[in-house]
């Protein structure tokens, strides 16, 4: 398991990096047709319907993505590496680093909320992480991810 959460890690990386040099005119377009397809979905799929489904609404992807992308990364390194320092380190300077690349590239900007928002991802997946490991050691078990009781 750590070997796929490793590569699942260095995957959504290379993601974030490459998202973090694309002009702003075309991750609007991508945070568009994303938003899009998840309103469709919903409307077709889970039949719903509802102020946040309408044309008008703001749906931010962005605040989304960036939430999410920093979450699934934050978690997924966190379980296939086990220096939680320097995981949570490389992180953070992951999500400086691309809000710094961002003042270099057209039509994109700096912003500390897009920071503040990939550190709450990075936060939750580490209260995630903290959560099932203390979960584990006060059930009796020694290694919380391969526990095991016996009968």
């Known amino acids: 398991m750590p070997q796929i959460s490793r590569l699942f890690t260095w995957i959504l990386a290379i993601l974030i990096l490459w998202g973090t040099t694309l002009p702003g005119v075309i991750v609007s377009g991508i945070y568009q047709g994303l938003v ?8 077709q799929a889970l039949c719903l319907t509802g102020p946040l489904l309408e044309d008008n609404t703001g749906l931010s992807f962005d605040v989304l993505g960036h939430f999410l992308l ?13 220096n939680r320092r320097a995981v949570g380190l490389a992180i953070v300077l992951l999500a400086m680093g691309t809000e710094l690349i961002q003042s270099w590239i057209p039509d994109r900007t700096t912003s500390a ?24 050691r006060l059930s009796g078990c020694n290694a919380p991810v391969t526990c095991r009781r016996e009968s």
Do not use: P, W
């Open 113 to 136: 909320f897009d920071f503040m928002l990939d550190l709450s991802g990075l936060s939750l997946a580490s209260f995630i992480q903290l959560c099932s490991g203390l979960t584990g």
């Open 70 to 82: 920093f979450f699934l990364l934050s978690l997924s390194a966190l379980n296939g590496y086990s």
């Open 36 to 43: 899009d397809a998840v309103k469709a979905f919903l409307r």
